[in-house]
C-alpha cells in the first residue's frame, strides 16, 4: 500500500516536472518551403485565423497556453500535423515530404535559416 | 561442402505469424521512410520476426527441451537483440535529432521501446554462462521467461505506436494479433501450464549448423524484403 502510494506520487511529481519542462523548451526550428505546399489551403495549416477567431500569433506559444492537455501532447499534435498529411499522400500514390526522419524537417537552432 | 537439405518446418505456427507480420506490414498501400530510417525500421521490424520465432520454440514446462529446440530459440532471441541494436544504431547515427527524445520529451512510444530492448538485453544476458556463475540465483530461468515476455509485450507497444507504416486498421489489428499470440500462449505456458510447444515427431535432438544457418538466413530474407519492398515503392514514385 505504502509502495502503491510511493509510485503515484512519484508519477505525479514527474509528470508536473515534465510538464514544467514542455513549456520552457523552445520550438526545434524547422525549415518549410511554401512553394512545397501551393496546393494546400493557406487555413489547412494557418486554421487559427478561423479557429475560434484566435487571430494571428505563434503556434507554439498557443498550443503551450491552451492547457496541460495541449502542452502534454504537442510534441504529438505538431508532428502528426505534418506527418499525417503525407502519409495520406503517400498512400494515396502521391509524392509527399518526409514522414519520419527528424533531419528532413528539423535544423538546429543555431542554423536556423532568417525569414 | 556439405549437401543442403531443406529446412524443415519446426513449427508451422510460427511460419504463420512470421508471414502475418511479413504481411502487415507489406500490405499496400505502402508508406515509405527515408533511406536510413527504412533500413532503420527493417532491422526492427525484423526483430520482430526474432521475436515471434523464439517465443515459439521456447522451453515450456513439463515438456523436454532438445538441443535442438534450445539451439534454435538461443539463436532468435540473439538475432532479435542484434537486429534490435542495429534499429536503435543505424537511427542515432543517422539522425542526432533522435537524441533529442532522451528526456523529458520521450514520447510513450520510444519509452516503451527502451524498456522492451532493457528487457530483451536482460533475457539474454541472465542466461550467459558468465552471468549464471557470477549470479547463480539472479540469473534464473524464471527471470529469463519473464524478461522475455515484459520484452515481447514492450516490442508490441512500441511498434503498434511508433510505426507510419501501417495505413488503416488491418495493419494495426493483424500485428497486435501475432504480437497478443505469442505473448498470451507464452504466459499461459508458463502460469496454467497450458499450450506448450511439444517437439514434433521425428524432430532431430540435436541442431545441425544447417538448421540454424536456415533460421538466420529466413530472418535476413525479412529483413531484405522489409527494406526492399518500400524502398522500391518510393523509387517508383519518384
Known sequence: MAAAVLVAVAVGYGSSLRLERIADRPLLPTRFDHKFHKGVNCVTCHHNFVDRGLGPGGCYTCH??????????????????????????????EKAGPV?????CHVERAARPEG | MPRLTLPRAVDPAGALLVGALLAAVLSPPVVSYEPFWEIAAGAGYAACCAFVLAFRLA??????????RFALHRAAGDAALALVATHVAVMVAVDPFVLDYLGWMMPLHVAAGLVGAAALLLAVVTREPAARRVLPRAASAGLHAWAGIAAGA??????????????GWGAYALTGSVFAAVV?????????????VAPRRGEPFGAARAELFYLLAVLGACTVLFVAVPSLVRWLRS
Open chain 2, 59 to 68: 522451453p515450456v514446462p513439463r515438456v523436454a527441451m532438445t538441443p535442438f
Open chain 1, 100 to 104: 519520419k526522419s527528424c533531419a528532413a
Open chain 2, 154 to 167: 514492450f516490442a508490441a507497444l512500441h511498434v503498434l505506436m511508433a510505426s507510419s507504416k501501417f495505413v
Open chain 2, 184 to 196: 498470451i500462449l507464452a504466459v499461459g505456458s508458463l502460469t496454467l501450464r497450458m499450450w506448450p
Open chain 1, 64 to 93: 503551450k497556453a491552451w492547457g496541460t492537455t495541449e502542452l502534454r501532447r504537442i510534441d504529438t499534435v505538431f508532428h502528426a500535423f505534418c506527418t499525417d498529411c503525407h502519409r495520406r499522400l503517400q498512400a494515396a500514390g
